[in-house]
């Protein structure tokens, strides 16, 4: 039986209570004193910018956030003598359409569920001249174990190239786009959270995510003019022990065969308070299913289109980001029939993403986003209860944000910043099926995200 969001339901109400009094907690606690805030904890204690600088509505970049980033995490005119470390927890109370057999992960329940997402704690800023980085290790809180998260070590420089600015660099990254400094490519698209206890689509491209920490890559960029931007690198897999001991190791891990390539174009342009960009982007791999060996490689080719416009005005801010990824398999080691992990010996699969973002003082926000996967049917990759074994799915989502210190934070930390959200996502098709079988996925997460 479907349970709704609503007063009568108890478990619902646990969960709500207790959700409600980990925020009140939290701005309870940092409510004293106001003054003015600042970005990102580490990078901002670095720069002495406030957070507006950097994000619209984190984590979101500016462009002084991408130049930023671009120039190795380096940029500098803080005080603050403070070691370049910050923390940051999410907490977040789920809600399904439909409760999920079995529960939603191992220690939940079927629905309504609350949980403290993940902790993860930074290394943020310059290293030595020209050397910088953002690297995370995480607390998986539903998962219950740690891990290396999101990586990226940056050496920088900055020249004079046909009488224009060139920023060039490289960057030492374990995840292919989060070295990007868009919010188009997959490390760093809308949904920024999102719910570990919710039902999602099983269809994704290789390059949303599907080698995240499971590699380490080398690429080369340089930002000509502040208009042509320009990068090209490679990744290639950890060994199972590595990952094991990196906590993102599984038998079942696809690894890359040799070196993929990794390719990076966009086009920017910065005036008045107005930026847009237009690019491509995309990887190709050899890739063994599930390690196996002795059975030849699946050849996955990603290749993406982007674009970005972004207002930003003293109270009003607007963005919009869209992309879309075409990618082709050949899938000569799925398909192997020792190996049974595909039905076809060839399968496309395209992704879609748009969504648009208002924020009014830096403080509230709404965003509407839409995703939409789809590709060829196949028997074994995608056998789904529909019975047309389809990859496709298509997302609506809706979010409203709160940042309540982004102009004002407590005495005792200054840089701290606290974003609350309540995300509902709704799916018209999911993993090929409609009617209820697909809108029994709806979601509703509430959400506190806390750094400091």
């Not at 409600?20 to 204690?45: E, N, S």
């Not at 607390?139 to 224009?164: K, P």
């Not at 930003?312 to 990824?325: C, E, K, R, T, W």
Request: glycine residues 12%; aromatic residues 14%.
């Amino acid at each position: 039986m479907r349970s709704g969001w609503g007063l009568y339901n108890p478990a619902l109400n646990r969960t709500l209570i207790a959700f409600l009094l980990f925020v009140a907690g939290t701005v309870a606690l940092c409510i004293a004193g106001a003054p003015r805030a600042h970005a990102l904890p580490a990078y901002a204690r670095q720069t002495g910018q406030q957070c507006a600088a950097c994000h619209n509505g984190f984590p979101e970049l500016t462009p002084y956030g991408r130049l930023f980033k671009m120039n190795g995490y380096t940029f500098g005119g803080g005080s603050s003598q403070y070691w370049p470390f910050a923390v940051m927890t999410i907490g977040s109370a789920t809600h399904t359409q439909a409760p999920q057999a079995g529960g939603a992960a191992p220690h939940f329940g079927v629905n309504n569920n609350f949980a403290v997402d993940q902790t993860s704690l930074f290394y943020g800023g310059e290293i030595a001249p020209h050397l910088g980085a953002f690297a995370q290790l995480t607390y998986d809180g539903i998962g219950r174990a740690f891990q290396w998260d999101n990586t990226d070590i940056r050496y920088a420089r900055t020249a004079n190239l046909f009488s224009a600015e060139t920023v060039w660099g490289v960057s030492l990254n374990n995840n292919p786009t989060v070295q990007d400094v868009w919010n188009t490519t997959p490390a760093w698209g809308f949904p920024y959270v999102a719910s570990g206890l919710a039902p999602s689509p099983t269809a994704t491209t290789m390059i949303e995510g599907s080698f995240a920490q499971q590699v380490l890559g080398v690429t080369t960029y340089t930002l000509w003019n502040r208009l042509i931007y320009l990068e090209a690198g490679g990744y290639g897999s950890l060994s199972p022990k590595l990952q094991t001991m990196l906590g993102v190791g599984s038998p079942t891990n696809n690894v890359i065969d040799g070196i993929a390539p990794y390719w990076r174009l966009a086009l920017q342009h910065d005036w008045s308070r107005n930026s847009i960009e237009a690019g491509t982007f995309g990887m190709a791999a050899n890739v063994r299913p599930q390690r196996l060996a002795g059975f030849g490689a699946d050849r996955l080719t990603d290749i993406g289109i982007d674009s970005q416009y972004q207002y930003l005005g003293d109270h009003n801010s607007f963005s919009v980001q869209a992309s879309a990824i075409f990618e082709n398999q050949n899938l000569e080691a799925s398909a192997n029939p020792a190996v049974g992990l595909a039905s076809n010996g060839h399968n496309t699969l395209r992704s879609y993403h748009a969504k648009a973002t208002y924020y009014y003082d830096q403080t509230y926000g709404a965003t509407l986003g839409v995703f939409r996967v789809e590709g060829s049917p196949d028997a074994t990759l995608y056998a789904s209860a529909s019975g047309n074994n389809s990859p496709n799915s298509t997302g609506l989502i809706g979010e409203l944000d709160y940042i309540p210190f982004n102009y004002g934070g407590p005495n005792f930390w200054p840089w701290l910043n606290l974003k609350l959200g309540l995300q509902y996502t709704y799916y018209p098709e999911f993993n090929g099926m409609t009617g209820s079988a697909a809108t029994d996925n709806n979601t509703l997460y509430a959400f506190a995200w806390l750094a400091f």
